[in-house]
Nanobody
Framework: QVQLVESGGGLVQPGGSLRLSCVASGTIFSINGMGWYRQAPGKERELVARIISGGNTHYADSVKGRFTISRDNAKNTVYLQMNSLKPEDTAGYFC???????????????WGQGTLVTVSP
């Protein structure tokens, strides 16, 4: 069994910064892509940023130049550094990873429970 646990959300003023972390744990054999999604009230979940095991990254246009995704493979952890935050960044942020567990061959898409980010004066 594998799981993802996010941390780092909170309340921040416009223009401020937050750093989200997501740690994968359990009987992990390998992790391929890791990413962050967000869902605002009344809206669909959307991709924020994604990073594959080789380090290539992809960002939503709305966060390019403000957010940076990174990962520490030794710690099975992915980070999201969010700078110049705007009120429209307010949402629940969810970590996702493609994880192959020990003694299995099929990667699973695993989701964390989410962490709330609120950007408000």
């Amino acid at each position: 069994q594998v799981q993802l646990v996010e941390s780092g959300g909170g309340l921040v003023q416009p223009g401020g910064s937050l750093r989200l972390s997501c740690v994968a744990s359990g009987t992990i054999f390998s992790i391929n892509g890791m990413g962050w999604y967000r869902q605002a009230p009344g809206k669909e979940r959307e991709l924020v940023a994604r990073i594959i095991s080789g380090g290539n990254t992809h960002y939503a246009d709305s966060v390019k130049g403000r957010f940076t995704i990174s990962r520490d493979n030794a710690k099975n952890t992915v980070y999201l550094q969010m700078n110049s935050l705007k009120p429209e960044d307010t949402a629940g942020y969810f970590c996702n990873a493609q994880i192959t567990a020990v003694a299995t061959s099929t990667p699973l898409s695993v989701w964390g429970q989410g962490t709330l980010v609120t950007v408000s004066p």
